[in-house]
Nanobody, 122 residues
Framework: QVQLVESGGGLVQAGGSLTLSCAAS????????MGWFRQAPGKEREVAAA????????YYTDSIKGRFTISRDNAKNTVYLRINTLKPEDTAVYYC???????????????WGQGTQVTVSS
C-alpha cells in the first residue's frame, strides 16, 4: 500500500522558516521523482517544487524560486521542502507527490499524500 505522510506544517510568522517532510512507503522511492504541490484557499492546486529520482534535477515554480529548497534522502525514503522567508501568500495545504516521470510532476502525480497545512501570519 502506497503511503505518503507529510509532517512539519503549522502556524508560522511571516519571515520565518520551516521544513516539511514526507515519508514514503509502499513503492520503490528511489525510482520515483518527488514533488510538493500546494493549494491556497480558493485556488487550484499547483506544483511548487519537484526533484528527480537521483536529486540531480530540480524544478521550482517562479513565484517561490530562491525561497524554497526541495531535497530527498533515498536512504530514508523521505523528501523535504525547506521554506525560508515565509509570506502570508504561502498559506496553503502542502501536498507531497510521487511520479515515475519527472515531467509529470509539472501538472500531476501518480501518488498523493493527505496534505499538511501551512499558515503564515502577518
Amino acid at each position: 500500500q502506497v503511503q505518503l505522510v507529510e509532517s512539519g506544517g503549522g502556524l508560522v510568522q511571516a519571515g520565518g522558516s520551516l521544513t516539511l517532510s514526507c515519508a514514503a512507503s509502499g513503492f520503490t522511492f528511489s525510482s520515483y521523482a518527488m514533488g510538493w504541490f500546494r493549494q491556497a484557499p480558493g485556488k487550484e492546486r499547483e506544483v511548487a517544487a519537484a526533484v528527480s529520482w537521483i536529486d540531480s534535477i530540480t524544478y521550482y515554480t517562479d513565484s517561490i524560486k530562491g525561497r524554497f529548497t526541495i531535497s530527498r534522502d533515498n536512504a530514508k525514503n523521505t523528501v523535504y521542502l525547506r521554506i525560508n522567508t515565509l509570506k502570508p501568500e504561502d498559506t496553503a495545504v502542502y501536498y507531497c507527490a510521487a511520479a515515475m516521470a519527472f515531467n509529470r510532476l509539472r501538472y500531476g502525480a501518480d501518488y498523493w499524500g493527505q496534505g499538511t497545512q501551512v499558515t503564515v501570519s502577518s
